[in-house]
């Protein structure tokens, strides 16, 4: 379990890294920022994600689920905020589409990783 935890930070760290050189508003000091704010991101997911859904379960539920990328966006420009320099989002819209790939590329990376587990 704690091996898949690890397992689960470094490819988030490995998606942010593509996702600071899709975008100049999106900036990463290097490898080691993206392990720290994909260790920040897996605590905020644990403890303050479930606070966000179910406050705005209507909103989500309305927008069929939609709404999660704007929580993800949100826990996002809450580990900029707690990483300070090392990590900088250039807006919430910035955040919002880096909550999308980040989504896109974690599915896709776990995904793999999963095919070469079961080979």
Not at 32 to 40: M, N, P
Not at 65 to 91: D, E, K, P, R, W
């Amino acid at each position: 379990m704690f091996i898949r935890w690890i397992l689960s930070i470094v490819l988030n760290a490995v998606a942010l890294i593509v996702v600071s050189l899709l975008f100049d508003s999106f900036q990463l000091e290097g490898f080691g920022a993206a392990v720290l704010a994909s260790f920040i991101l897996s605590i905020l997911n644990v403890i303050i994600k479930p606070i966000l859904v179910i406050l705005t379960l209507p909103i989500t539920v309305l927008s069929l689920g939609l709404f999660l990328f704007v929580i993800n966006a949100i826990t996002l420009m809450i580990a900029q905020g707690l990483m300070g320099s090392s990590f900088i989002i250039g807006g919430f819209g910035t955040a919002l589409i880096a909550a999308v790939i980040l989504a896109i590329l974690n599915l896709l990376l776990n995904s793999l990783i999963k095919d070469s587990v079961k080979s």
